[in-house]
């Protein structure tokens, strides 16, 4: 397998289908003997908290965020990861066995463990045999899920019911960073409430076009989606705060094109964000943050449990989002390096943005910080994470401009 894709121009492009096709079996038998790891690491922490007397409530806290870790995934992920895990080895025995044999994909086992999560296990384990008998293997994913979909509910309807209901309770809006300085906003709602809204914005833009708008049908409705929400006359007039923590020659001048940092996004070219500047006309917001000739950020020290209101966002600034290693949750809780009950001070170097959940996970036993770098010498604030098997990750606060 590790001489595969190196060049070998002597095979011909059947053998390359072959090689394609085994490799993606072996993909997914990896993906099975892999789940079966998590599991069996999940029960053997949760035997060894029982040990150390962790709180019965607390019981499992940290095992998805170490699976997570080994992974490179963020701490939701590590979560997804286990849940899976967790029911192919309980309640999908013949999905389970289908991925380690390489006949399914780990997406497919992860569309049917998810249209069955609200069976019991009994009825998951019912539902998971009469799907193998349709022939998992040749479906493609959509299929696979809406088969699944549709047996978990002739198998219970009920179930199906109260989990629309429970379902409802999870809508949300996200949004997430996407190329060329675009981003992706996401709602999660009811099915009749979200084709109502993509109803609403179509009619807006079937208005427009038939008044002869020049701009096409997925602008006019990304453009109503914007004025709609923020309230505002045009979707450019945003009212907008700049977190600068850049040297703000790149926002005054045309010379200097370093990018600019946009909050809860990244990095924007500096044109953009000279652009943002000057043609909105809604309010406008500028907070300079300084940095001094190495580029670092500077704080104060101070003796108080909480951080202040300037030093919390200094640091939120130079964190940007969660410092666990591979979160990019963000930032709710300002979290001691080193424990103010043990001492820390709360100070720039000694403070790190993290998720609230990075910030309960490093309580459990066997979690221990170190500060590596305090960033006030022209490298980046750095922090050596350890978790109970002894592992260590590094996490480093994006370097600055």
């Known amino acids: 397998l590790m001489r595969l894709g190196e060049g070998d121009t002597e095979v011909g492009d059947a053998e390359r289908i072959d090689r394609i096709a085994l490799l993606e079996q072996v993909k997914a038998a990896a993906a099975g003997a892999q789940a079966a790891e998590v599991v069996q690491f999940g029960l053997s922490q949760v035997e060894a908290q029982q040990r150390a007397d962790v709180h019965p409530r607390l019981i499992g806290r940290g095992i998805a965020d170490q699976v997570a870790l080994a992974c490179q995934l963020s701490p939701t992920g590590g979560s997804q990861r286990l849940t899976l895990a967790r029911a192919l080895w309980f309640d999908l025995p013949a999905t389970f066995a289908a991925l380690r044999r390489g006949q399914i994909s780990e997406w497919v086992a992860t569309l049917v463990s998810r249209e069955t999560a609200h069976l019991d296990a009994a009825t998951r384990r019912t539902v998971d045999a009469d799907l193998a008998l349709r022939d998992l293997a040749t479906m493609s994913p959509r299929r696979a899920a809406a088969a699944a979909r549709s047996l978990a509910y002739l198998a219970d309807p009920v179930a199906a019911v109260a989990r629309a209901r429970i379902e409802e309770k999870a809508r949300r809006v ?52 914007v004025t709609r929400v923020t309230g505002q ?45 000057h043609d909105t006309r809604g309010s406008l917001f500028l907070r300079r943050l300084f940095t001094a000739p190495g580029g670092q950020i ?50 720039y170097s000694n403070g790190r943005g993290v998720c ?36 260590v990750y590094t996490s480093q606060a994006p370097q600055p401009p």
């Open 298 to 347: 500077i704080g104060a020290d101070d003796r108080r449990r909480r951080f202040p209101g300037a030093l919390a966002r200094l640091i939120a600034h130079r964190d940007q989002r969660c410092r666990d290693p591979f979160c990019d949750a963000p930032i709710r809780h300002l979290d001691h390096i080193t424990r103010h009950t043990d001492g820390g001070p709360t100070n």
């Open 356 to 391: 609230a959940r990075g910030n309960y996970t490093r309580e459990m036993p066997g979690w221990h910080l170190k500060l590596l770098d305090d960033g006030l010498r022209g490298q980046p604030h750095a922090v050596a994470v350890t978790t109970p098997t002894g592992h």
């Open 174 to 225: 996200t949004v997430r960073p996407a190329p060329d300085s675009m981003a992706i906003l996401t709602a999660y709602l009811p099915a009749a409430q979200g084709i109502a809204a993509w109803a609403a914005l179509s009619r807006e833009a079937d208005s427009c076009l038939a008044a002869g708008d020049p701009r096409t049908r997925g602008q006019v409705m990304a453009d109503a989606l």
């Open 233 to 277: 006359a045009g979707a450019s007039d945003l009212n907008v705060e700049i977190g600068l923590l850049l040297p703000i020659e790149t926002l005054t001048g045309d010379t200097d094109d370093r990018p600019a940092e946009l909050r809860d996004y990244g990095p924007i070219p500096a044109p953009l964000a000279r652009r943002l500047l």
